[in-house]
């Protein structure tokens, strides 16, 4: 059905106060007729206010009194390289203290590429207590010695690892036969890594300790101590296999 709208905008006023006196804008009269079946309008139906409206596009941003614009600084980038793959590093620390306290720690270390590998060693010790020599029984000490290497080839990756830690500790001349005891423990974890088709890949590995205690025995002491106070020790082996 064909229908037929006729639109009629009447000229409108502004309002004086918004305006000046002097200017005065008068709006055309626009008749639209809209036939058919839709309802559409056409191009020049609509009056174009454009030239009207203020220009909010490139309008400048009001600028505040006493602000200052700043620029932060960019933040330097990392100059991360193939020579950083090749970079060795050390570490140390020590120190010491009266009548005899000292402690050391010493660590070096490749933590990137291919072959990465660590070495450690520290050690700590004091003695003096009661202002007595260490050979009286007043002392204690800690040593540990560890490393790490890892050896990557086309196929598989070979991890290998030992650490030595030891710690003796006076007795304070408390025994009749003793005057110290010492713990030892040595210690290996390695592991080989091979790399099947598919993903799949293939772990070997074993932990392994030989832990020791012995005693330090005084001159012309009594026998009257058992075999297992002098010495002990301990073996311990753990395998692995992993299919993955």
Not at 155 to 162: D, N, Y
Request: aromatic share 10%.
């Amino acid at each position: 059905m064909k229908r037929t709208v006729y639109i009629v905008l009447a000229s409108l006023s502004l309002i004086p106060a918004l305006c000046p006196a002097e200017e005065q804008i008068q709006l055309p009269d626009v008749t639209t007729t809209v036939s058919g079946d839709s309802l559409t309008a056409g191009k020049n139906a609509i009056p174009d206010f454009s030239s009207l409206l203020p220009d909010t596009a490139n309008a400048p941003l009001p600028k505040l009194p006493g602000a200052k614009s700043e620029s932060l600084p960019q933040e330097p980038e990392a100059a991360i390289s193939y020579e950083s793959d090749k970079a060795i590093y050390a570490e140390g620390l020590i120190g010491g203290g009266y009548p005899g306290f000292f402690s050391g720690d010493f660590s070096i270390y490749k933590s990137s590429g291919d072959s990465p590998f660590s070495l450690r060693f520290s050690h700590e010790s004091e003695n003096g207590y009661g202002v007595h020599t260490a050979a009286d029984g007043f002392s204690d000490s800690k040593t540990a010695l560890s490393g790490a290497k890892k050896i990557t080839f086309k196929q598989s990756v070979l991890t290998l690892g030992a650490s030595y830690d030891t710690q003796s500790y006076g007795m304070q001349s408390v025994s009749p036969c003793f005057f110290n005891t010492t713990q030892q423990t040595i210690g290996t974890k390695d592991s080989v890594l091979w790399n099947l088709p598919k993903g799949f890949s293939i772990i070997l590995g074993t932990d392994g300790s030989w832990y020791s205690r012995y005693a330090g025995i005084v001159p012309a002491a009594p026998a009257v101590y058992a075999l297992q106070e002098k010495e002990a020790s301990l073996l311990s082996v753990n395998p692995e296999l992993v299919f993955a």
